[in-house]
């Protein structure tokens, strides 16, 4: 059974900065794509960026130039840097990954306050 953890939420003030972590229980290799999916209060699950095997990657209009998706293979990990972030960027973000199954981390919460 695979898991992903996320890790590197947290408070940060508007403007600021955060990476987030993804590490997986296996191999990252054998996954078609991982993404960076959020979810704020009261709204759907969006997906934020995603990355395939071939390491081509897509972002939400609304983050684009700001966030940027990255996979470091030897360590099993996928990351989403956060740059110039903004209040409404304010969520649990969850890492999600497809191989033949579809896995979901537990998500781990970004808050962009003053």
């Known amino acids: 059974q695979v898991q992903l953890v996320e890790s590197g939420g947290g408070l940060v003030q508007p403007g600021g900065s955060l990476r987030l972590s993804c590490a997986a229980s296996?191999?990252?290799?054998?996954?078609?794509?991982m993404a960076w999916y959020r979810q704020a209060p009261g709204k759907q699950r969006e997906m934020v960026a995603i990355l395939n095997r071939g390491g081509a990657t897509d972002y939400a209009d609304s983050v684009k130039g700001r966030f940027t998706i990255s996979r470091d293979n030897a360590k099993n990990t996928v990351y989403l840097q956060m740059n110039s972030l903004k209040p409404e960027d304010t969520a649990v973000y969850y890492c999600?990954?497809?191989?033949?199954?579809?896995?979901w981390g537990q998500g781990t919460q970004v808050t962009v306050s003053p």
């Open positions: 296996g191999s990252i290799l054998h996954f078609n794509v």
């Open positions: 999600y990954a497809v191989a033949s199954l579809q896995y």
